[in-house]
């Protein structure tokens, strides 16, 4: 299996650069924004929840998180690998997800930190908040936590795959090309 981080703060690109991902090395995209959001638009007890935490910029508790992630893996045991986008983002998810893989020999290959500047990252959720509504980019002031919140509780992940020596940092203000090119050359030394 092929498993790969994708990591960076809010609006750094990790749902665009996954989907080029995952159509070239045909990798199952685990983005665990998407999954609550369609908890959300199903209005499950988990997606209720979920939504008042969201809306706020908060994270949703480390157990509800692994809980969606840990049954994907195990409905997945042939896949040729996965793409996690937004996960893990905390230390704690970092070291369940270890745990998680190493149960089906396999481990996380590698960490792509796709490094974009705060003022990037407000102009373009901002930006996208306007076009679709996304409820947490309509708001300056939820934006600036969830930047917040990535740099008190989720980058402590990129240190802790830079000390097993698999983060690698890609420049995140490029255009979507040339981001993408960056990855692959990263990639290549990965896949054969
Ligand atoms: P999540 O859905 O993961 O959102 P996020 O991390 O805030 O990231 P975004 O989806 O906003 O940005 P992205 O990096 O994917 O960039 P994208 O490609 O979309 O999480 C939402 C919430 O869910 C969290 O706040 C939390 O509450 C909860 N949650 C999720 N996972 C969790 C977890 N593991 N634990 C706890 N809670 C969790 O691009 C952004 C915009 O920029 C787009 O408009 C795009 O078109 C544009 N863009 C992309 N690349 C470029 C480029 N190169 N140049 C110009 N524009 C670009």
Same mark, same amino acid.
């Given at each position: 299996m092929l498993n790969i981080v994708l990591f960076g703060p809010p609006g750094s690109g990790k749902g665009t650069q996954s989907e080029r991902l995952i159509k070239q090395f045909e990798l199952i995209h685990l983005s665990t924004g998407d999954i609550l959001r369609a908890q959300i638009a199903e209005k499950t007890k988990l997606g209720l929840e979920a939504k008042q935490i969201m809306d706020k910029g908060e994270l949703v508790p480390d157990n509800v998180v692994v809980g969606m992630i840990s049954g994907i893996i195990e409905n997945n045991k042939n896949a040729k #690998? =996965? /793409? =996690?986008d937004g996960?893990?983002?905390t230390i704690a998810q970092a070291e369940v997800l270890d745990k998680m893989l190493i149960i089906h020999s396999t481990n996380v290959a590698l960490l792509l930190m796709l490094d974009v500047e705060e003022e990037v990252l407000i102009k373009r959720l901002t930006l996208r908040g306007e076009k679709s #509504?996304? &409820?947490d980019d309509v708001d /300056? +002031? /939820?934006i600036q936590n969830r930047i917040n919140v990535y740099h008190s509780q989720t980058k402590p992940v990129l240190e802790y795959y830079q000390?097993? #020596? &698999?983060? =690698?940092? /890609? +420049? #995140?203000v490029q255009t979507e090309e040339e981001v993408y090119s960056d990855i692959s050359k990263v990639m290549s &030394? =990965?896949?054969k």
């Open positions: #690998g =996965f /793409i =996690f996960f893990p983002r #509504g996304r &409820k /300056i +002031n /939820i000390k097993q #020596g &698999k983060a =690698f940092q /890609i +420049n #995140g &030394k =990965f896949v």
